[in-house]
């Protein structure tokens, strides 16, 4: 399958972390996600986890995937042209554990180029 892709017909809205160090960042609605960048300023390694979700799940919930990401350093994850589809949204959150949730403090800034559909 070749995929056609005009960047004049949309809009390709990306987050920003206008407010300072956060803990997590939330994008609701049904979205087609290209990637994202998330910088740890922690001295201390931790995790990023990703979740289709419309709102921050709780703590102990478990993520799609989690990705590992050492002190003082960024990570990053790539979907290409198509994307990678949330039907309910994208969350992003830091944890201190991989396989569950346990929010971190702010200490991440996020970037995330999605469209939403």
Do not use: E, H
Request: proline share 4%.
């Amino acid at each position: 399958m070749t995929w056609f892709d005009d960047i004049g017909d949309r809009s390709s809205p990306t987050t920003t972390n206008a407010y300072g160090l956060k803990s997590s960042v939330v994008l609701t609605g049904y979205l087609r996600v290209y990637g994202f960048t998330v910088y740890s300023s922690r001295v201390s390694a931790q995790f990023i986890l990703v979740f289709d979700a419309s709102s921050l799940p709780a703590d102990a919930k478990v993520p799609l995937f989690a990705i590992p990401v050492t002190a003082s350093s960024q990570v990053s994850a790539y979907y290409g042209a198509p994307g990678r589809i949330f039907q309910q949204g994208l969350v992003l959150c830091n944890s201190s554990t991989d396989t569950t949730k346990t929010i971190g403090s702010a200490d991440c800034f996020f970037d995330v180029q999605y469209d939403n559909i």
